[in-house]
């Protein structure tokens, strides 16, 4: 089994930054991608940010230009650079991975269990 660890979450001021990380843990033997989805209240859940094994990463439109991701490939973890917040910003933003457990496995979604981010006008 694999886990999604979430950290980084937190209350912060508009323009304000904050980092996000998710550790992957368990059967790992190749992640074929790593993203951020959030979903606010009352809205449905949406791409933020995703980033293929060896590809180019890949924004939602209202978060280019504020928001980063990375990846840490020896450490399975992925980050989330986050700057110049908004109050539209606030959310559970989830960590998601593609992951083979083996070399004859496809690739399974997973999901962390969220971490809070809320932005103070």
């Known amino acids: 089994q694999v886990q999604l660890v979430e950290s980084g979450g937190g209350l912060v001021q508009a323009g304000g930054s904050l980092r996000l990380s998710c550790a992957a843990s368990?059967?790992?033997?190749?992640?074929?991608?790593m993203g951020w989805y959030r979903q606010a209240p009352g809205k449905q859940r949406e791409l933020v940010a995703a980033?293929?094994?060896?590809?180019?990463?890949n924004y939602a439109d209202s978060v280019k230009g504020r928001f980063t991701i990375s990846t840490d490939n020896a450490k399975h973890t992925v980050y989330l650079q986050m700057n110049s917040l908004k109050p539209e910003d606030t959310a559970v933003y989830y960590c998601?991975?593609?992951?083979?457990?083996?070399?004859?496995?496809?690739?399974?979604?997973?999901w962390g269990k969220g971490t809070l981010v809320t932005v103070s006008s």
């Open positions: 998601n991975a593609v992951i083979r457990s083996s070399s004859l496995s496809n690739g399974i979604d997973y």
């Open positions: 980033i293929t094994s060896g590809g180019s990463p």
């Open positions: 368990g059967s790992i033997f190749r992640i074929n991608a």
